[in-house]
């Protein structure tokens, strides 16, 4: 059982604020969701969680199982167990999904240790296979030319192999049609578990109709300032993000 | 006012390649025909008439004079061969099983490869007894554009051996004819020389690696070893021929390398040649294209990897002499630590050579902020229905990419080198061998061990 537990965060670009201190505690197997308008610092959140570095943390901690992440550099936090799903994953031309996710898995073996290719292989494979990708995108270079939707079974893709205690999914369902948008969470779906803590991010409600949270939060100017079940979900998309402004400011 | 021009008094024009010197190589001469030695003294004389390149020389531009020094070495002699092996430890399997091994310019090693009847896959001095008009024609024919007038001079006089593959008319070679020039013992000067004729729709590949011993088994560590190379490689595409080059050089970290190369490229040709830069203290490369007919095709790749405090000078022409011809040149090199590139590329296009089509490109990955790419691409154009392009970048490791791959738990070294691969890999794509392909990527890898 672990747990990713956000305490009081506050995070700038350059000298702007963005997160104004937030909290959340996500435990090994429950799916929680963030939902807020654009701006908001949803993007931020994911982003600082994975080490980026133009952002800087002036204030809270984040813990992976009782131990700060943020004194680590982005490849340790991706060791410890923390996986981001970006919405805009960057390409790399020359280098090949295979060789990447080599790479990849190589950085967590111990040193002098060798990757034992033919079994490397087989896990590929089979979990292509599970989230039913072609085995000829292997080869291709990572995101180079992708579509939007082969862009985010790539990110599923690395996530399933990478096996995260983790994973933070930043806008995983913008510029998909429903029918990528389906292959996306069935393969979320798929990796759903109890050693596998989720937080997904999200503008809108269509992705939480296919991977369904155990809990919904409302972030709004850099903070949570709702928190409920999936019910909460519906009710957003009923009265709009307006209907939050405005009980925050009655409140 | 005067300029002042460094002192070159360390440098003697002649260095270690004395009257006595050459005397002493022709001496060592057993058999060799009369116009070859006759070739040979005129080459010495025109040596030792030429001076060293100087400061003001434009084909030297930000080359490094002080370096470029003749003197310390002694001509490589075949005591000094006895060792020869044909096999390197580590070389890639495509690599290792060489169809003809140079040991200091001596033959140390052939495999007796089952060929098509008329391809000759032999040594130059077989090849000056067994086909001397071929030799007569085509041996160092071309023109010497690019600077190293003398070097060629140098080369010619000393060469005492070297591969010669010739593939007549219409025979396609399945596998590639591999070539090793190796070089061994203290401040050895060696000279090595590859001519391919391939001859109308005539099909081939052909691999030149050049090694120091230990450079490739034990990297870094090789870096005792001073030499000086001074090599020439020439190709001839006749109507119709396909010929695909490798020059793949991995010199020891103390070496002078001077590599002249010449190709030409006749009717609806096509050649593609990928030179590989690894070793060396300081290396030079001249790459000549002729484009002679209508339809003719030059593909000129290059990738290096420069470390330390490593020099790679890199100078190309692609000519343009008749209509209809393309030409299309991409060199990618890295740079690490203090390490210095110089590209300089220029695109000639004849009054009479309408609808060229003619590319050039020169990238540069900056891996340190003390490494120095210096890049001179250039054009000339004489017709006016033409489509010619270059341009030169120098970048560093995009900061985002870095991010993407350290978030997935690779080190940032490790992305980095992923990264550099990656930019490679642009170049290594055009080769249709996959096992070529992987052969020089594992190649490379030796540098990053």
Partial sequence: M??????????????????????????SGEVHAIMGPNGTGKS??????????????????????????LAKEADERARAGVFVAFQYPSEIPGVSIANFLRAAQQARMAEGEELDATAYYKRLYAKMDMLKI????????????????????????QMAMLEPKFALMDETDSGLDIDALRIVADGVNTLRGPNLGVLMITHYQRLLNYIVPDFVHVMYDGRIVKSGDKTLALELEAKGYDWVKKELVTA | ??????????????????????????ASLDGAPAWWLERKRAAYERFAALPLPARTDEAWRFSSLQGLTLDGFHVGTPAEATQADDRIPDLPAALARPDLAFTNNHLSARATT??????????????????????????????QKLGSEKFAALHAAFVRDGAFVYVPRGVELAGPIVIHHRVTGPATAIFPHTLV?????????????????????????????????????????????QLTYVGAQAWSYETLSLQLNSTVVRRDARVQSLNLHLGGRQSRHESLSQLQAPGALSEML?????????????????????????????????LRQTAKTIFSGLIVVDPDAQRTDAYQSNRNLMLSEEAEAN????????????????GATSSRIDPEQEFYLQARGIPREAADKLLTFGFFEEVLNRLTDDELHAALRALIETQFE
């Fill in chain 2, 197 to 241: 004729i391939a001859e109308e729709n005539a099909k081939a590949t052909v691999i030149d690696l050049f090694y120091a011993d230990a450079r490739l088994s034990l990297p870094g560590t090789a870096a005792a070893l001073p030499h000086f190379a001074c090599g020439a490689n020439d190709l001839y595409a006749a109507h119709g021929a």
């Fill in chain 2, 114 to 143: 089952p060929r098509p009847a008329g391809v000759v896959v032999s040594t130059l001095t077989e090849a000056a007894a067994s086909h001397p008009e071929l030799l007569k024609a085509h041996f160092m024919a071309q023109p």
């Fill in chain 2, 375 to 390: 890049s001179l691409p250039g054009l000339e154009i004489q017709a006016n229905d033409v489509r010619c392009t270059h």
């Fill in chain 1, 2 to 27: 672990s747990s990713l537990v956000i305490q009081d965060l506050h995070v700038t670009i350059g000298e702007k604020p963005i997160v104004k201190g937030l909290s959340l505690t996500i435990n």
């Fill in chain 1, 44 to 69: 931020t959140l994911a982003k600082v969680i994975a080490g980026h570095p133009d952002y800087t943390v002036t204030g809270g901690d984040v813990l992976l199982d009782g131990e700060s992440l």
């Fill in chain 2, 1 to 26: 006012m005067s300029a002042s021009v460094p002192s070159s008094t360390a440098r003697s024009p002649l260095g270690s390649f004395t009257a006595d010197a050459f005397a002493a190589h022709l």
């Fill in chain 1, 134 to 157: 072609d085995r000829k995108f292997t080869s291709r270079s990572v995101n180079e030319g992708f579509s939007g939707g082969e862009k985010k079974r790539c990110e599923i893709l």
């Fill in chain 2, 302 to 334: 290059a990738l290096t990897v420069a470390d330390g405090s490593q020099e790679f000078d890199q100078r190309t022409l692609q000519i343009h002499q008749a209509p209809d011809t393309k030409s299309d040149l991409l060199y990618k090199n890295s």
